[in-house]
Nanobody, 128 residues
Framework: QVQLMESGGGLVHPGDSLRLSCASS????????IGWFRQAPGKEREAVSC????????YVADSVQGRFTISRDTAENTVYLQMNNLKPEDTANYYC?????????????????????WGRGTLVTVSS
């Protein structure tokens, strides 16, 4: 059973940077499409970024394009979300999720809420 655990959130000022981590235990991340999602109070969940499926594409939401970057450390079995130039509207609970590639799913499915595993999230607050 894969377990995902996020870390790295916190309170920052507008313009600051944070790097979120999604550590996996119980499974190798290479077998999954991995995505970052966020949900702010009173708002719907938003897919932020996803990669790792057979398309080879990296999906990035328009709202964070040019500021957020998803990456993976295979040796550490960890996926990161580097967030630069943070804005107050980036305030949300950020969590990672995965869908199994061998089931025929990929990022498009993951971003449409087909998830096999997900973490509990890490809170990011951007405020002056």
């Amino acid at each position: 059973q894969v377990q995902l655990m996020e870390s790295g959130g916190g309170l920052v000022h507008p313009g600051d940077s944070l790097r979120l981590s999604c550590a996996s235990s119980g499974g190798t991340l290479g077998y999954y499409a991995i995505g970052w999602f966020r949900q702010a109070p009173g708002k719907e969940r938003e897919a932020v970024s996803c990669f790792g499926d057979s398309s080879g594409r990296t999906y990035v939401a328009d709202s964070v394009q040019g500021r957020f970057t998803i990456s993976r450390d295979t040796a550490e079995n960890t996926v990161y979300l580097q967030m630069n130039n943070l804005k107050p509207e980036d305030t949300a609970n950020y969590y990672c999720a995965a869908v199994t590639l061998s089931r025929g799913y990929g990022c498009v499915d993951l971003m449409n809420d087909i998830m096999d595993f997900w973490g509990r999230g890490t809170l990011v607050t951007v405020s002056s």
